[in-house]
């Protein structure tokens, strides 16, 4: 027969009330527990007993916050008036985390079995056990120091309680697990992944609020235990493996519109020749012409001809004056593009005519230069992000990892490595010659190996290994005309792989870089 026992209690949490107070770091509400017993009993013809016996404990602390962003300038009147302090007045910052949370998980699996005795002889059979005792631990955290900067760390633990072989009915087996568990459990695997972006203020300054910028530094550290009795015939340990990346990323963009808008005469035909009309024909341009003659003679009730030569029967305007400058009345007759007669009631000797048309604008000079800087400025907008990889991989290391990788007690591997600096590299901006990181990074290795991070195993055949990609993309939206649209794009990409094995060959200490290859 087959017989099941369980209870559970998942996700126990006192809930927020309503009205409840802004949430804190320190309230019971932020816990969730949860807590799981199965046992499961089996019995058949060929099986006396197989009882299985699962445990598995959680507590979940989950802290999520909206902080106040403080601004110690905000209200300085002296800073509202000025633009170009605007980034002193801006200037802000976070006291308290955003996401704070903590997973632990502790899941226990004990079985023990035995078979019966059906061979007919008097056999005695010893019951067989199998047990898993696994905790795993996560952690997340997120800051915002400020509106501008930002970080976020995850980190992920996996590890195993080792048991005492056989039934747990003795207060040394007992005590065994005890001091296992205030051990934490023995590591098998460690990550963790932190974040760090900044965005350039640079909308804040007037002279290159045309621009936008934003940085970002990634860095990931792993470390992956090797199985217990990992020894070569010398019981010499082989030992871990540590890995770590960095990603280094810029994004810039720049906003060409905004930049010629802060030439007058550039933003004035920019309005002009910026808007989108779809299908509606744009409508036609018109300038002003005059013609004008003087020292004319006029009789009464005798219409007198003109040639203007304005090209356009569109007049606005027909104006005669005396010799005074007195503006005298008379009657116009339009005959032709270049031609109209003029028609006075009285007398007029020493008069000036004045005449005003419309005309459609052509390609003057005027138009032209419009026509030119508006060319001069297809180019809209321009963005580049420029990204790059890195990555080492370190076998046969040998100390463990206590809190976010690190072991105290050989201090290894260092901040420097669990935060992505490749060894042999600078930190952040690579100013070395390929010897030089040749050179760096092979004494690195072997002030390791003095400092005894390394197994001193001939069996260790495994590479060190770096790795570096990088990428860089730029483009640019082109606007020949309104309307024309072009996204011109371009990417550069370059890899580069080192590996080498680097070990004792004789056990004796005397480690080698061995097969390097890039």
């Given at each position: 027969y087959t017989k099941r026992k369980s209870l559970n209690f998942t996700n126990v949490q006192k809930s927020r009330g309503k009205g409840s107070k802004k949430p804190h770091i320190y309230d019971i509400e932020n816990i969730a527990l949860t807590y799981a017993y199965t046992k499961d009993s089996h019995e058949d013809i060929e099986t006396e007993y197989d009882d299985v016996y699962t445990h598995r404990g959680v507590l979940n602390y989950n802290f999520s916050n909206k902080p106040k962003n403080f601004k110690p300038f905000g209200k300085a009147?002296?800073?509202?008036?000025?633009?170009?302090?605007?980034?002193?007045?801006?200037?802000?910052?976070?006291?308290?985390?955003?996401?704070?949370?903590?997973?632990?998980?502790?899941?226990?699996?004990?079985?023990?079995?035995?078979?019966?005795?059906?061979s007919g002889y008097d056999l005695i059979i010893e019951p067989v056990f199998a047990k898993t005792f696994l905790w795993n631990r996560d952690y997340n955290?997120?800051?915002?120091?400020?509106?501008?900067?930002?970080?976020?760390?995850?980190?992920?633990?996996?590890?195993?309680?080792?048991?005492?072989?056989?039934?747990?009915?003795?207060?040394?087996?007992?005590?065994?697990?005890?001091?296992?568990?205030?051990?934490f459990g023995r590591n098998t695997n460690y990550r963790h992944a932190a974040n760090a972006s900044f965005t350039v203020p640079l909308s804040k300054i007037p002279l290159t609020n045309w621009l936008s910028a934003t940085t970002r530094y990634g860095a990931t550290f792993d470390w992956i235990g090797s199985p217990l009795g990992f020894q070569d015939a010398n019981d010499v340990y082989i030992g871990h493996t540590i890995k770590n990346s960095n990603t280094k990323s810029i994004n810039g963009q720049a906003n060409m519109v905004t930049l010629y808008n802060k030439v007058k005469y550039l933003k004035k035909i920019n309005r002009k020749y910026g808007k989108r009309r779809g299908n509606k024909p744009r409508a036609p341009e018109y300038k002003i012409v005059q013609w004008e003659k003087d020292n004319?003679?006029?009789?009464?009730?005798?219409?007198?001809?003109?040639?203007?030569?304005?090209?356009?029967?569109?007049?606005?305007?027909?104006e005669v004056f005396d010799s005074k400058g007195k503006k005298i009345q008379g009657k116009i007759f339009i005959e032709s593009k270049n031609k109209i007669t003029y028609e006075?009631?009285?007398?007029?000797?020493?008069?000036?005519?004045?005449?005003?048309?419309?005309?459609?604008?052509?390609?003057?000079?005027?138009?032209?230069?419009?026509?030119?800087?508006?060319?001069?400025?297809?180019?809209?907008?321009?963005?580049?992000?420029?990204?790059?990889?890195?990555?080492?991989?370190?076998?046969?290391?040998?100390?463990?990892?206590?809190?976010?990788?690190?072991?105290?007690?050989?201090?290894?591997?260092?901040?420097?490595?669990?935060?992505?600096?490749?060894?042999?590299?600078?930190?952040?901006?690579?100013?070395?010659?390929?010897?030089?990181?040749?050179?760096?990074?092979?004494?690195?290795?072997?002030?390791?190996?003095?400092?005894?991070?390394?197994?001193?195993?001939?069996?260790?055949?495994?590479?060190?290994?770096?790795?570096?990609?990088?990428?860089?993309?730029?483009?640019?939206?082109?606007?020949?005309?309104?309307?024309?649209?072009?996204?011109?794009?371009?990417?550069?990409?370059?890899?580069?792989?080192?590996?080498?094995?680097?070990?004792?060959?004789?056990?004796?200490?005397?480690?080698?870089?061995?097969?390097?290859?890039?």
């Open positions: 009147k002296v800073l509202r008036k000025n633009k170009y302090l605007r980034i002193v007045k801006d200037f802000n910052f976070y006291l308290m985390p955003s996401r704070l949370s903590f997973r632990t998980d502790l899941n226990r699996s004990f079985s023990e079995a035995k078979p019966r005795n059906t955290l997120k800051y915002d120091l400020s509106k501008a900067l930002k970080f976020d760390f995850k980190a992920t633990n996996r590890a195993i309680v080792d048991e005492p072989p056989g039934r747990i009915d003795t207060d040394e087996k007992k005590d065994s697990i005890k001091t296992n568990l205030y051990n004319l003679t006029f009789k009464a009730r005798k219409p007198k001809k003109f040639f203007h030569n304005l090209e356009t029967k569109d007049i606005t305007s027909v006075l009631k009285n007398d007029l000797k020493n008069a000036r005519i004045v005449i005003q048309a419309r005309k459609k604008r052509g390609l003057d000079g005027a138009k032209l230069l419009e026509l030119t800087a508006r060319t001069a400025m297809s180019v809209r907008k321009v963005s580049i992000t420029y990204t790059e990889n890195n990555g080492s991989t370190l076998p046969g290391y040998l100390p463990t990892t206590k809190v976010i990788g690190q072991s105290f007690d050989a201090q290894a591997p260092g901040y420097d490595f669990l935060f992505g600096w490749q060894p042999g590299h600078s930190f952040l901006i690579n100013n070395k010659t390929d010897e030089e990181i040749k050179r760096d990074r092979e004494a690195w290795l072997d002030s390791r190996a003095d400092l005894d991070w390394i197994t001193s195993s001939p069996s260790q055949f495994n590479s060190f290994m770096q790795s570096k990609t990088r990428n860089l993309n730029i483009k640019a939206t082109v606007e020949l005309l309104p309307g024309l649209r072009l996204d011109i794009s371009g990417t550069r990409n370059h890899t580069n792989n080192y590996r080498e094995v680097f070990r004792d060959t004789s056990g004796d200490g005397q480690y080698v870089h061995l097969s390097p290859t890039e």
